[in-house]
């Protein structure tokens, strides 16, 4: 305090110094006024206990934005890993694709208890008739592939095959073309429709007829049979 008053003396000394006694104020210029505001101000602000030092407490609502500011650059990265992370987990969230068909044998695919299905060959007709009263035609420029199977009561008792309620659905498909929907019809034998009581040990002959342009069915290399059936496809060992 006591440097306060002396320097106060000292700013006083000089103000009288540049009037002079009893003479008119000394005009001063704007840049001298400003050296003499300045340094009064500063030392005031210097040796005013009750301020803090520097100008930091001037401007503390500015200073507090910077320091959001600061902040929120530092949480930008994370903001836009968090959302890298966010579409990432999105992506991963796609639809599940479709489950491959499994491959199965013809006895699993039907699954009758105590029913055995096999597979046997195939032959090729225009025409298949059954006793004196029904047959089948193929359309014009058209054949009938005809898959041969065996239908045999394993047990040792007599049980029921009943296909007719369970709807079988059969596609083939010749040499790796698309596949071909079985003929339904209402045949004794035909599997897609078969109904039956098997005595134990008994073997029945089914069939599964598929109607196919004839070029097609002239040079048969390979065949490949699915069975839809309950909602689930099944791809059938041959």
Same mark, same amino acid.
């Given at each position: 305090m006591k440097k306060f008053i002396k320097r106060g003396t000292a700013?006083?000394?000089?103000?009288?110094?540049?009037?002079?006694c009893g003479?008119?104020?000394?005009?001063?210029? %704007?840049?001298e006024e400003e050296v003499i505001v300045n340094y009064s101000a500063g030392t005031l602000?210097?040796?005013?206990?009750?301020?803090? %030092?520097?100008? @930091?407490? $001037?401007?503390?609502?500015e200073e507090e934005e910077s320091f959001d500011s600061e902040e929120t650059e530092e949480k930008e990265p994370e903001n836009q890993e968090e959302s890298k992370e966010n579409k990432e987990s999105e992506g991963s969230?796609?639809?599940?694709? %479709?489950e491959e068909a499994k491959t199965v044998t013809l006895t699993e695919a039907l699954a009758i208890p105590g029913i055995e299905f096999a597979y046997q060959d195939y032959s090729t007709s225009d025409s298949y008739r059954q006793g004196d009263y029904f047959s089948l035609?193929?359309? %014009?420029?058209?054949?009938? $592939?005809?898959?041969n199977v065996n239908v045999t009561n394993t047990g040792a008792e007599a049980a029921e095959c009943d296909l007719l309620s369970r709807q079988p659905v059969f596609h083939l498909k010749i040499n790796g073309? @698309?596949?071909?929907?079985? $003929?339904? @019809?209402?045949?004794?034998?035909?599997?897609s429709t078969y109904i039956s009581t098997l005595?134990?040990?008994?073997?029945?002959a089914g069939i599964l007829m598929f109607e196919v342009p004839k070029e097609l069915a002239e040079n048969i290399s390979s065949l490949e049979l699915s069975l839809e059936m309950n909602g689930n496809t099944s791809e059938i060992k041959l």
């Amino acid at each position: 305090m006591k440097k306060f008053i002396k320097r106060g003396t000292a700013l006083l000394a000089a103000a009288l110094i540049l009037t002079g006694c009893g003479d008119e104020m000394a005009t001063l210029t %704007e840049s001298e006024e400003e050296v003499i505001v300045n340094y009064s101000a500063g030392t005031l602000a210097k040796h005013n206990s009750y301020q803090q %030092e520097g100008m @930091s407490s $001037v401007y503390p609502k500015e200073e507090e934005e910077s320091f959001d500011s600061e902040e929120t650059e530092e949480k930008e990265p994370e903001n836009q890993e968090e959302s890298k992370e966010n579409k990432e987990s999105e992506g991963s969230q796609e639809k599940p694709a %479709e489950e491959e068909a499994k491959t199965v044998t013809l006895t699993e695919a039907l699954a009758i208890p105590g029913i055995e299905f096999a597979y046997q060959d195939y032959s090729t007709s225009d025409s298949y008739r059954q006793g004196d009263y029904f047959s089948l035609d193929a359309l %014009e420029g058209s054949t009938y $592939v005809i898959l041969n199977v065996n239908v045999t009561n394993t047990g040792a008792e007599a049980a029921e095959c009943d296909l007719l309620s369970r709807q079988p659905v059969f596609h083939l498909k010749i040499n790796g073309e @698309s596949g071909v929907k079985n $003929v339904i @019809s209402m045949l004794e034998n035909d599997l897609s429709t078969y109904i039956s009581t098997l005595e134990a040990g008994q073997t029945a002959a089914g069939i599964l007829m598929f109607e196919v342009p004839k070029e097609l069915a002239e040079n048969i290399s390979s065949l490949e049979l699915s069975l839809e059936m309950n909602g689930n496809t099944s791809e059938i060992k041959l």
